[in-house]
């Protein structure tokens, strides 16, 4: 069974379209994030929810908008994609205490 | 703000040559301290990491990494690397009694040539 799966794996979409990105973990974590690894491996942390509740809002425009049905699920949903919005972005989750996150396969977003 | 300093951006070894990848980090209470690494087009996995107790850990893989609070440092050692060594190495820190946020360092290419 996948830990942490996100869908889609791949993403290719005309800019000015809106895409959403899901997520699913099945580890019972509680708290779950959202990073982006750009086109020189940096990865950056978006946002971070605890038991759907919103707790790292990073510096990312309002066009990302994270939403979180329940403790399991983290979707991210992005309006009038750029060009800059091309990444790999990463579902994680993790237990209480910072134990070190599991990664899901990230979906590489092109925006073309 | 913690930060994450990754010496090398990009190291290049022969297969059976031995490793050490550098890491500083910057915050000074307690932290957690992790070693991830990712596999070209994968994603990341973690290899090892810290919270207390003996400074010298070991992971995956044959991986070992030290934490020395005195440097800041969090050094990644492997003594003798493998042709499937090759990834991106990241080094990641949370600063304890703050929120669970990990973050990165810019990670290290290592290329093993066989």
């Known amino acids: 069974d996948t830990a942490v799966s996100q869908t889609p794996k791949y993403l290719v979409t005309q800019m000015g379209n809106d895409k959403s990105i899901k997520c699913e973990q099945n580890?019972?974590?509680?708290?779950m994030y959202w990073y982006k690894q750009d086109s020189k491996k940096f990865l950056k942390i978006m946002f971070s929810?605890?038991?759907?509740?919103?707790?790292i809002n990073e510096t990312v425009p309002n066009r990302f908008s994270p939403k979180s049905p329940d403790k399991a699920h983290l979707n991210l949903h992005i309006n009038s994609l750029e060009l800059g919005d091309s990444a790999v972005y990463f579902c994680?989750?993790?237990?209480?205490?910072?134990?070190?996150?599991?990664f899901g396969s990230g979906t590489r977003l092109t925006v073309v | 703000a913690q930060s994450v300093s990754q010496h090398n951006h990009h190291v290049i070894l022969s297969e059976a040559a031995s490793l050490e990848l550098g890491c500083n980090y910057s915050?000074?209470?307690?932290?957690?301290l992790f070693w991830y690494v990712q596999y070209p087009g994968q994603h990341l996995q973690l290899l090892l990491k810290?919270?207390?107790?003996?400074?010298l850990v070991k992971g995956i893989k044959g991986f070992e990494a030290e934490f020395i609070k005195s440097k800041f440092s969090f050094n990644l050692r492997k003594p003798s690397v493998q042709w499937s060594d090759t990834a991106e190495y990241f080094c990641?820190?949370?600063?304890?009694?703050?929120?669970?946020?990990?973050?990165f360092g810019k990670g290290t290419r290592l290329h093993i040539l066989p």
């Open positions: 810290y919270f207390s107790g003996d400074p």
């Open positions: 929810y605890n038991n759907k509740e919103l707790i």
């Open positions: 994680a989750s993790s237990p209480p205490g910072s134990h070190g996150y599991t």
């Open positions: 990641a820190v949370n600063a304890m009694n703050r929120d669970d946020k990990i973050i």
């Open positions: 915050y000074g209470g307690t932290v957690n």
């Open positions: 580890l019972g974590h509680d708290t």
